[in-house]
């Protein structure tokens, strides 16, 4: 590891606090800002509010807004491209996880040149990056928190993660009053992601004092706001919570890295085009079976499940660990996702042909009990037969 990274320098929260976006970014010293953002930002009004604010501090504004889901290096060339040599004091990435990724891609390659491949791992950085604002408008990644981009390489899509103490955001704006619009079902994709984040950042091997106090602290935060969120779309106070506990979540991640759910959930989305989060939720509870039969795991989990009063102090940690995945069942099913991912278009037959690209991962490695490929086949199969490892 490289020197302890650090949260973003400045984080602001509240409903409407992108109106005062040109304000925050003046701060900066900021006087020409770049935007990062996709189509479905645009269409939704918030580029428009976020440019509003931007200009009505005299900020000159450009802006991309190409982004695809789960981008690749493609459109980190695509965003380099566009800023062409326009002097851009920041770069602010507006949108989901992917848009705040691709202005962290854009500033290396705009910093170093050379292609999104050339900065995988950490500390690569050539040169100094341009400052990056981060303004999520869903409350999953928890990228506006940390110091890499999660890009996937154009040909196989499959990620690379890219980090540098530089890529840290100079300052996250979290809106809750830019998530009430969603669908319900990307609420619960997003969600259920960074309900995973702290899941599994709370048992990894990287874990560390700090992502154990960030992932207890966001898991006890996300647990009891998401069936509200999903309940009630338009409850800004449930949002504003899910937002931070995704932010919390993301910041565990920068200390902890993450598991085996998320090592599944990549092959689930490039190989059957299964949402993320709805990837790793689903793919989560068998991996918490799994790690649970390890002793410190299963510690760590039901620690997880006191904390958020999923279980008595004096619980037992099977009994802890079995309330934890009571809850996390109970979810699903609020959820909409269920427990089979066969109900969602992935048999248990497609075990063998996901696990070698799960064993790949770089996430595996993290994981608190060793998964072999075989090891992934029969987590697969739990998943996609909703628990008991046959055909439905
Ligand atoms: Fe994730």
């Avoid at 700090?210 to 409850?235: M, N, Q, W, Y």
């Avoid at 990837?279 to 760590?300: C, Q, T």
């Avoid at 279980?311 to 660990?321: I, K, L």
């Amino acid at each position: 590891m490289g020197p302890v990274p650090h949260p973003p320098h400045h984080i602001v929260f509240g409903p409407g606090i992108v109106d005062r976006l040109g304000g925050l970014v003046a701060e900066l010293g900021v006087e020409r800002a770049f935007v990062v953002t996709d189509p479905g930002i645009v269409a939704a009004g918030h580029w428009a509010r976020a440019e509003e604010a931007l200009r009505a501090a005299d900020i000159e504004v450009r802006r991309f807004d190409a982004v695809r889901e789960n981008p690749t290096s493609l459109d980190v060339d695509r965003c380099v491209e566009a800023l062409g040599s326009w002097d851009a004091s920041c770069l602010i990435g507006l949108g989901g996880g992917s848009s705040i990724d691709v202005a962290k891609g854009c500033a290396f390659l705009q910093a170093g040149g050379g292609s999104m491949a050339d900065y995988r791992g950490n500390g690569k950085a050539r040169g100094n990056l341009l400052p990056i604002v981060a303004v999520p408008t869903t409350a999953g990644t928890g990228t506006e928190m940390q110091s890499f981009a999660l890009i996937g390489e154009e040909e196989t899509h499959r990620k690379m993660a890219c980090g540098d103490a530089q890529a840290l955001p100079a300052l996250a704006v979290l809106d809750p009053s830019l998530t009430v619009t969603q669908p319900r079902f990307v609420t619960a994709c997003t969600g259920f992601d960074a309900l995973g984040h702290a899941v599994e950042t709370a048992v990894t091997r990287e874990r560390n004092a700090t992502s154990a106090h960030f992932s207890s602290l966001a898991f006890k935060i996300l647990v009891e706001h998401l069936p509200r969120v999903l309940d009630d779309p338009g409850d800004v106070d449930a949002r504003g919570q899910m937002m931070i506990g995704a932010a919390w979540a993301g910041y565990a991640i920068e200390h902890s890295m993450l598991g085996a759910a998320h090592s599944m959930a990549n092959p689930l989305t490039s190989q059957f085009g299964v949402v993320h989060g709805q990837a790793v939720g689903m793919s989560l509870l068998p991996v918490v079976r799994y790690n649970a039969s390890d002793p410190e795991a299963s510690r760590l989990y039901a620690e997880l499940a006191r904390g958020a009063a999923l279980a008595a102090s004096e619980s037992t940690d099977a009994e802890a660990v079995a309330a934890l995945v009571a809850r996390l069942e109970e979810l699903l099913g609020v959820a909409g996702f269920g427990l089979s991912l066969a109900a969602h278009g992935v048999p248990p037959s497609a075990a063998e042909v996901l696990a070698p690209e799960a064993a790949e991962q770089w996430t595996a490695q993290f994981n608190p009990r060793a998964v072999s490929a075989e090891g992934f086949v029969e987590l697969f199969r739990e998943a996609c037969s909703g628990g008991d490892g046959v055909d439905p």
